[in-house]
């Protein structure tokens, strides 16, 4: 890193903490026995890191270097996941302000289908990354985990979990089996609570229903379909956006409120814009489509905000897009973050950017969003 910080305040929208593997078997294994989320060391006669989320089995720590092994970087880094002291010195090393703070095991736990499992987790992950941030509230940014197979249980907790400092609401990018569509107005109070709180709704890539298999496919048979769900994966936020925030009403409804697309890069979003508006204008007689307050694509550039970490395409569409809808996230600690060379990396990926494009999507739009 540079001596001279070539941006002054650097906030990560999108970074992930490393929940210790056995957060859940500690806490609820005595209540829920073999369906609390735990640690496996072996899966399909094969050893290794496995971590069973309450309905599927997935891979974790695969990069993982071990202890010994590893170099001071390295140490840094992989501490920095579950341990907020480090964490604070990996930023200050790295020339970075802050970080919103998303999970990684417990994204996973959210897309379950047992509702009970789902949400006593969530509040054991929630107590837990409110303790996490308290080493330094200005650095460490929390949201809300909130699994919402149950509304009223989701509209409980994020009251309890802004009480305590949250300042967002993480929501399944597609409800779980048995929970209603986001469409269905039962929902209202929770996007009235976010709304009147400032508070973003957000929907993050692996919390939906679609299978990662970077995570769920282990044997060669899995991996043939590797690239179709891959794709399902990158794809199933639009379905979420498209029919429920959109012409489902819920942006109308509630003009105040703030969607985050985490961690879906920008490039597809003008041809999903170019599909909207075709939606509102060429097919509206065909299938009926409800009358909305705004051009269909204006919601993309107004309303809904969209977290990049590494697109390379970024510059040719954020005209488009617009800058101030875009936040720049790391990723960190997953396997494309970019680690204690931010600020250069930062540089060089939005070198074809203005000045203030740049200062926007580094940080002040993450600010603004998040009330910080």
């Not at 609390?36 to 891979?59: D, I, L, N």
């Not at 590797?226 to 409804?253: C, H, K, S, Y």
Request: with cysteine; glycine share 8%.
């Amino acid at each position: 890193m540079s001596h001279e910080p070539l941006f002054e305040r650097v906030i990560s929208g999108d970074s992930h903490v490393r929940e210790p593997v056995d957060l859940w078997s500690k806490t609820l294994a005595s209540q829920l026995g073999d369906r609390a989320p735990h640690a496996v060391s072996e899966h399909g006669g094969r050893p290794g890191r496995f971590f069973f989320t309450g309905q599927r089995m997935s891979k974790h720590g695969v990069q993982e270097t071990p202890d010994t092994e590893r170099s001071e970087e390295e140490d840094l880094l992989t501490r920095a996941g579950f341990d907020p002291h480090v964490r604070i010195e990996f930023q200050r090393r790295a020339g970075i302000a802050a970080e919103i703070l998303y999970p990684s095991l417990m994204a996973q736990i959210m897309a379950i289908e047992n509702a009970e499992v789902a949400q006593k987790s969530a509040q054991v992950y929630n107590d837990w990354i409110v303790e996490y941030v308290s080493a330094d509230p200005k650095r460490l940014i929390a949201v809300a985990a909130l699994p919402v197979h149950d509304i009223e249980w989701a509209c409980t907790e994020i009251i309890r979990m802004t009480g305590r400092g949250c300042r967002g609401a993480l929501v399944n990018v597609v409800p779980p089996p048995g929970a209603r569509p986001y469409i269905d107005r039962a929902y209202d109070p929770l996007w009235a609570f976010c709304q009147d709180q400032h508070m973003p709704v957000i929907l993050h890539i692996i919390t939906g229903q679609e299978i990662d298999p970077l995570l769920y496919f282990h044997t060669a048979a899995d991996y043939t379909r590797a690239p179709r769900a891959m794709f399902a994966v990158w794809n199933e936020v639009q379905e979420t956006v498209a029919n429920d925030f959109i012409f489902g009403g819920i942006l109308d409804r509630f003009p105040g409120l703030n969607v985050l697309c985490g961690e879906y890069e920008i490039s597809w979003i003008p041809h999903f814009m170019f599909r909207l508006d075709q939606l509102q204008d060429d097919f509206a007689a065909y299938i009926k489509m409800p009358p909305l307050k705004m051009r269909a694509s204006d919601y993309m550039r107004h309303r809904v905000f969209h977290g990049m970490i590494d697109d390379p395409i970024a510059a040719d569409v954020l005209p488009r897009v617009g800058a101030n809808q875009v936040l720049w996230g790391s990723d960190f600690p997953h396997v494309r973050s970019i680690g204690l060379g931010t600020q250069g990396k930062l540089g060089e990926m939005l070198s074809g950017l203005s000045r203030s494009d740049q200062v926007s999507i580094v940080g002040g739009n993450a600010a603004r969003l998040f009330g910080l």
